[in-house]
Structure formats: structure tokens, C-alpha cells
């Protein structure tokens, strides 16, 4: 068996020094084309991002730190690198701006934004620009670097409630390329199989983006673990004829309360897990907690374009006129999580009390 | 408000006399093509059904009607007319296998050659083959207008079960385009808006061949009801949100104690319509039943290809390589289905012995 993950690149990188710029896998290309883009501009990262280039809320927290570093070049080199802090820091305000508007749902983009902020602000007063700019840097690798190691910890917590043999459903992509590297709903997978044992996935294909065909798969595919793809609506059929164990979704953002809010479908794939008694879980770092809201009820919900159901496979697949609603996530309320698995261990029961302990606040 | 369908042929109809042929509407076309194919051979009919080009049980059992007809012309015309009657009822075995083997699961389709085949069997020791395909011409032409008129009975039971104002989701197509005019899902809102009630469908896209999107969404255009279109995956959602107020679907084969077959994802809908105590309707014609099958679990299940996930749409949007799972039906328990909407009435509660009642067996 090969591992033909050796030969794929990270989802995201930054290239050079402070002026460099953001490297990141075009993820609207896979799973037939492995391309690379560059971000040069502000303009480009908020675009890869809204236009999920990269996505995935730890993917995009970490794309969105090094945004800001782009975001400053301008304000921190050449003549401006002992210039004016005062321009500097309204540069700064444009960029996270800018950078928090590119999608509304995934807290770790406001967790990270906020991180690099808290950074330039603790910088000594003394400072100039491009030294600031150094420190931004390091801090996005810093973050970057961190999501690598916390994803590691996620599969590490996560492995021992997959059973050998287990086959397990995810919905979308939560792997790889929904972080900087390994994943979260996917680093359980992974750990698991690292370990020896024998999973087989149910991969949702996760309309209208086709997330879980296109990069799931793939990501799986490429590790050479065994993988069949089902259509969205097929996940209760299969989990009534016996083939599924375990379900392992990542999250975008969670309430203090537990209450969850991932991609479209998930929540319907937790009522039909809880119908056939199965294990749901939910793997997600803890930059995706919100504690200021106190249940799902208050997670804004990105809408998208109809036009990703109406004309999806560049073909117009819906009469013209029709209404159309596409809400981007749900949320999926805490009573039917089984257990988060975050970096810091196993939340179960998923309840208020204990997500603050786990969490440390 | 006009009403658009005035323009829209019948799904399906007979061109001509006994040497004339079945026309349809290639629904695989819709919604961008309204097109008529004319189905001249027995094997034209039988790949018409095979690839979808007609489809909804209903509809594929008037279809096989007619292609008994196109299959026996060649032993019944000409100077086989007046001929062998030993090699006419070969050549319906022949038929008949061979329509019987185009798709597994709606129960219609073998209801329909049943009775084309009881015909035959009905006519006079005497009767020519010419003389036997005139009857069958006959009996195929009383299935399409039996159709007609139950699908019209199905609507008036059905509406007084929607109320005005409601939101009212559906799968797949059960709509005219799935019998021979008005449907028996969508028969239900049709009579429901006709009567004045104001009516709001939520149409699952209904993957991988989005007859939701292409069929349902379109006919409902046609007809000027509000319509609006969803992922599959986000059902579960639109009822969390207050918006629907019943479900509706078809269904290919019910078994004697109420659990019915239907296109993948029907039981995921039902599952996610008790969680939400929204009431689920399931609309069919007494011919598709199937009293022999005890209860759903012997109910055959079409497997159809992968591709149709993995390519759908000319597009490949999954990795080569990849397992696929596409079962094209799943069977939703009768403890799921609060009612079963028949042309003889309304059966409630489902279980054995109501259907037993109602269909008078």
C-alpha cells in the first residue's frame, strides 16, 4: 500500500519573508486538478475565501491570519517600514474588515482576526510597521503551526471510539484540506487507521458543493483508505442496513451550550443517526467555540447563491424562476451530539458545564 | 396568473392504430428541452424505461402497457394477422420478459403486464393475432385513461389533508410527469391549490438525477404554484424552521403492511418529518401494492451506476478510484407514513388490515 499523500502539497503555506504571500491549494479545482494559487493581495484572500478556494473553519482562520499579513505589506515596506503607525493600524482595521466579511459562519476566521489584532496591539508603541509586520508573521505561523499539532491531538482523543472494523459516515470535508493539515472529523479516521484498524467510510457528497466528492474522497482516496461515496439523502438507508457504526462531522461554530452549526445536511444525518442509535460526534478545535452565544439559535447562517443548486455542474439543472433557499450550514443541537472532540480531550455529555472545563473557562 | 401546462403534451400517448406507436416526453431533457420521442421497437420502449426517459411507476406501468403492443405488431400484422397464434404468445412472453426486466422496483410496471398478459389470455381460442393485439390496444388505452382518473380521485382525497397556507414538502417527482397526467404526490397540491388553498412546496433537488429540480420544480412552475427548491440534505432544516406543514411523496411498491418503496431519500424525509411531528403522506394507486410482500424488507432494490454520482451531469466530480454506493430506492416503515392516499380513499392508520379494507381484497 503507498501513500500517495506524500506527494500533496499543504492546504496552505506562506512563501518568503514578510514580503511574500499566501500559497494555497485551489480547492474548486479538485478532485481532477491539484493547483496551487498565489495570493498577493488582500483583495485575492478574501476572494479564495468567499469563493472557497479554501475553506473549512480552521483552513480559513489560518488563511485568513496570513491575509492580514498580506493585507499590511503595503503599510509596512519599502518607505512605510518606519513609517506611520497611525496608517498602519487603520491599514489593519481595512484588512480585518475585509477579512471578517468574507464569510459570516466559521468562528475560527474571527478567532484568528482577533488573535492577529491582539498581536499588532501588544506590539510596544515603539515599534515600527515592519517590525509589527515580523511579528504578524510569526504569529500566523504560529497559528499555523498550531493547527497542525492540535489536529494531531484531535485524532489522537478521537481514535479509541472508532471500533475496528467500524464503518464510519462523514458529511463534507473535514479532513486535510478543511485545516492546514490531517483534519479534524477526518484525523479521528486517520489516527484510527494509523493504528491499525480497519474503517471504512461513508463519504455524504455533500450538495450543492459537492465537498465530500470531491475532496473527501479524495483526501481518503489518497490514503488509501477504503471509501464509498453515497448521495446526501442515501446516509438513513445506509445507516438502517447495519453498515455504519460512528458518525464524525467537523463544525464551523459552537455554541456554549454544545449546539453545533456545520455544513447543510448535517443536522439530518444527526436525526438519522440518533433514530438508528449511532454515535455522533463532532471534532473541532476549540478557536470553534463561541461561549458569547448561549445556543445555536444565535449562529448567523451564511445564505448562498441558488445558483449553486440551480446550476451546479456548469449545467442549468432547474426551470427558470423557481425559488430557491440555500442556507450553507445548520445546526445541530447538543442533545444529539454524543461527544465533542476537541484538542484538549473528549467533551461527553455535551452540556455547558463541561465544555467550559474542558475548555478551561 | 396563467397556467403554462395548456402547452405541455401528456406524458405519454398512443400515435396511430394498432400499427401505430408510443410517444413520451424524454423527461431526461427537462427542464431546459421539452421533447417527444417516438418509440417504434419493443427495445426502444424498454431502453426508454431503462434510462429514465419515462419514469414514475405509474407512468413506466401505462408505458409497458403500450410497449406490449409495439412489441407484438410484428407477430400480429401483415401476413401474420390472421397467423399463428402459438407464435404470437411466444413472442409476448418474449415481450413482456423483456419489459419486466427493464426496472426492478415500481409495481405498477408488473401490474401492468399482468394484466396486458391476462388479456390475452381472456380472448377467444379463435381469436387471430390481429384480432388479440386490437384488444390489447384496447386494454393498454384503458390503463392511460384508468390513470387519468385515479390520479384525479387521489388529488380530491388527498386535498382536504393540506391546509390553506401550509408548506408542503416533496421527493423526487410524483407528479403528472410520473403517470399519465396530474400525478399523485403533486395530484394532492394541485387539488389543493385548486381549491382555493394557498400552497408553498418545498421540492428536494433529489440526487443523483434531480427529478426534484428538473421534473418536480418544473411542473410546478408550469402551473404558477410557489415553489421553492432545496437541497436534499437540508429537509431536515426547512421543518426545523416552521416552513413545512406536511410531506407528500409517491411510491414505486407498498408492501401489505403499508411500508413503501421510493426514491432514495424518502426515508430519510420521514424520519426527519416524526422528529418534527409533521405528517407524512405517501400518494399511490391501489396498483402499487404488492399484497404477496409481507412487509418492505422483500421489496427488490434497483442498484443503478455509480457514475450517476460520480459523473452526473457530463461532469466528473468525484476521485477515479472511488467506491460508490447508489441504491435508487430505500423503503420507509409504515410506522413513518401517517396515511397512504389511494384512488379509493385515505388509509389511516397504515397497517395490513386498513389495506386491506380500502383496496377490497
Sequence with gaps: MTDS????????????????????????????????IDCESLESVVEAIRNLRVRGAPAIGAAAAYGVCVGLQSAASGANAKGDRAAFFKRLDETVDALAASRPTAMN????????RRRANECDENESPGGILVKLLDE???????????????????????????????????????????????????????????????????????????????????????????????????????RVQAVVVGADRIAANGDAANKIGTYSVAL????????????????????????????????????????????????????????????????LIDAIICEHGVIRPVEKDGIAKVLGK
Design 272 to 335: 438519522a443517526a440518533k433514530a438508528h442509535a449511532i454515535p455522533f460526534y463532532v471534532a473541532a478545535p476549540s478557536s470553534t467555540f463561541d461561549l458569547s452565544l448561549p445556543s445555536g439559535e444565535s449562529i448567523p447562517i451564511e445564505q448562498r447563491d441558488g445558483r449553486e443548486i440551480t446550476h451546479g455542474f456548469g449545467r442549468q439543472t432547474a426551470p427558470a424562476g423557481v425559488g430557491v433557499y440555500n442556507p450553507a450550514f445548520d445546526v445541530t443541537p447538543a442533545e
Design 109 to 116: 476566521l474571527f478567532w484568528a482576526l482577533d488573535r492577529m
Design 140 to 242: 500566523a505561523k504560529a497559528i499555523e503551526q498550531e493547527d497542525r499539532d492540535l489536529c494531531r491531538r484531535i485524532g489522537r482523543h478521537g481514535a479509541p471510539l472508532l471500533a475496528d472494523g467500524a464503518g464510519v459516515l462523514t458529511h463534507c470535508n473535514a479532513g486535510a484540506l478543511a485545516t492546514v493539515d490531517y483534519g479534524t472529523a477526518l484525523a479521528v479516521v486517520f489516527a484510527a487507521h494509523e493504528s491499525g484498524k480497519r474503517i471504512e467510510v461513508y463519504v455524504d457528497e455533500t450538495r450543492p458543493l459537492l465537498q465530500g466528492s470531491r475532496l473527501t474522497a479524495w483526501e481518503l482516496t489518497m490514503r488509501n483508505i477504503p471509501a464509498t461515496l453515497i448521495c446526501d439523502s442515501a446516509a438513513a438507508q445506509v445507516m438502517r442496513e447495519g
Design 5 to 36: 499523500r506524500d506527494n500533496m502539497p499543504p492546504t496552505l503555506h506562506w512563501v518568503g519573508s514578510t514580503d511574500g504571500h499566501l500559497r494555497l491549494i485551489d480547492q474548486t479545482r479538485l478532485p481532477t486538478e491539484l493547483v496551487e
